[in-house]
């Protein structure tokens, strides 16, 4: 997780084949989501 300036947060998954590469990535607009993860948790 990258959490730079006025960015709340990037987090980039790779799976990686001889043959193939799937990328999962996700961008937080708000720390909102962030907080509210670890209340739960």
Request: aromatic content about 2%; glycine content about 10%; charged content about 25%.
């Amino acid at each position: 997780a990258i959490r730079e300036g006025e960015v709340p947060g990037i987090h980039t998954v790779k799976y990686k084949s001889e043959v193939d590469e799937i990328t999962i990535h996700h961008s937080a607009k708000s720390r909102d989501g962030l907080a509210l993860g670890a209340i739960i948790a």
